[in-house]
């Protein structure tokens, strides 16, 4: 198996074999596809114009649940396919667009459907993420432009690497950012990502200047990587510069739960040996961010 490989800079990219399927941020594997009919077309043209307007997209999994993606009850949707390559990446496996399930976005809106009663008695609704939801924006917009028809408050999670992808129709149907914000250091962002930090700022101070988008903040904490004080610092002062449009920071405490994936993927794991933050680090952390006035889980 061959690979493309940088220690400097991020994970190692290699050719995936079959996809392999399950949730983000360390959850229980979901149930990949499973219930979304596949969309098939065996004329390449007619499926890359269906990707180009939308009508099709790659899929990684879906699944219900309450209070992890955005509030209230949810159908979180993972496409798959991101721009970066973070060393700490829960689903290496949806680091490729074509390693997903062509679905067609009449049929995950037909699922957001059946759900919108729950959602609605919860205050839950749909939250697209991946991968990187914005790999696959025409997708996407399709996708928060059904919703809203159907009154179903609308999330996506993203780094906001691809924030330029993200057309001011598709944050007019937007209700909640959930933005990952790696590092606060450049070079350290680099290190853990592959990629630049300044499309992720400049993202979140678009959505700032809007001012009608509410967005949520993830910091996923990995001691030795990014939990360096003024690392957190530049985090933390990033942030409350955003104003009142942050209503929520998430501090996100590493884990190895992952870890197997890289594995069956045969992807070389750089935390192999990387422990857990302590709960002394977490709240140390947790408190820089509330020392700039933030609500902090």
Same mark, same amino acid.
């Given at each position: 198996?061959?690979?493309?490989?940088?220690?400097?800079?991020?994970?190692?990219?290699?050719?995936?074999?079959?996809?392999?399927?399950?949730?983000?941020?360390?959850?229980?594997?979901?149930?990949?596809?499973?219930?979304?009919?596949?969309?098939?077309?065996?004329?390449?043209?007619?499926?890359?114009? $269906?990707? +180009?307007?939308?009508?099709?997209? !790659?899929?990684?999994?879906?699944?219900? =649940?309450?209070?992890?993606?955005?509030?209230?009850? @949810?159908?979180?949707?993972?496409? %798959?396919?991101?721009?970066?390559?973070?060393?700490?990446?829960?689903?290496?496996?949806?680091?490729?667009?074509? @390693?997903?399930?062509?679905?067609? !976005?009449?049929?995950?809106?037909?699922? =957001? !459907?059946?759900?919108?009663? /729950?959602?609605?008695?919860?205050?839950?609704?749909?939250?697209?993420?991946?991968?990187?939801?914005?790999?696959?924006?025409?997708?996407?917009?399709?996708?928060?432009?059904?919703?809203? %028809?159907?009154? /179903?408050?609308?999330?996506?999670?993203?780094?906001?690497?691809?924030?330029?992808?993200?057309?001011?129709?598709?944050?007019?149907?937007?209700?909640?950012?959930?933005?990952?914000?790696?590092?606060?250091?450049?070079?350290?962002?680099?290190?853990?990502?592959? +990629?630049?930090?300044?499309?992720?700022?400049?993202?979140?101070? @678009?959505?700032?200047? @809007?001012?009608?988008?509410?967005?949520?903040?993830?910091?996923?904490?990995?001691?030795?990587?990014?939990?360096?004080?003024?690392?957190?610092?530049?985090?933390?002062?990033?942030? $409350?510069?955003?104003?009142?449009?942050?209503?929520? =920071?998430?501090?996100?405490?590493?884990?190895?739960?992952?870890?197997?994936?890289?594995?069956?993927?045969?992807?070389?794991?750089?935390?192999?040996?990387?422990?857990?933050?302590?709960?002394?680090? =977490?709240?140390? /952390?947790?408190?820089?961010?509330?020392?700039?006035?933030?609500?902090?889980?």
């Amino acid at each position: 198996m061959s690979t493309v490989t940088d220690p400097q800079v991020g994970a190692p990219v290699v050719p995936l074999g079959m996809p392999l399927v399950g949730g983000a941020h360390g959850r229980v594997q979901g149930a990949g596809t499973e219930g979304l009919e596949e969309a098939t077309n065996e004329d390449r043209s007619a499926r890359l114009a $269906a990707v +180009r307007a939308g009508e099709v997209g !790659s899929v990684h999994s879906w699944e219900l =649940v309450t209070a992890v993606d955005g509030p209230g009850t @949810r159908m979180t949707v993972f496409l %798959a396919g991101c721009p970066l390559r973070c060393l700490y990446c829960h689903n290496p496996d949806t680091m490729q667009m074509r @390693r997903g399930t062509d679905v067609t !976005s009449d049929e995950l809106l037909a699922r =957001v !459907s059946r759900y919108r009663g /729950v959602m609605r008695a919860t205050h839950g609704g749909l939250t697209i993420s991946g991968g990187e939801p914005l790999m696959q924006p025409a997708f996407v917009r399709r996708l928060l432009r059904g919703a809203k %028809a159907m009154d /179903v408050h609308t999330a996506i999670d993203t780094s906001g690497y691809l924030g330029a992808q993200c057309t001011d129709e598709m944050l007019d149907d937007l209700d909640l950012v959930l933005l990952d914000v790696k590092s606060g250091d450049p070079e350290t962002y680099k290190r853990v990502t592959g +990629r630049e930090l300044e499309p992720t700022l400049q993202f979140g101070r @678009r959505l700032a200047a @809007r001012g009608d988008t509410e967005v949520w903040i993830r910091f996923v904490l990995v001691p030795g990587l990014t939990d360096d004080v003024e690392n957190v610092e530049k985090v933390a002062q990033y942030v $409350a510069s955003l104003g009142e449009c942050v209503t929520r =920071v998430e501090v996100l405490p590493f884990h190895q739960m992952g870890r197997d994936k890289w594995a069956e993927l045969g992807m070389r794991y750089e935390l192999e040996d990387t422990q857990p933050p302590s709960p002394e680090l =977490v709240e140390r /952390v947790r408190g820089q961010f509330r020392a700039r006035g933030l609500q902090v889980f």
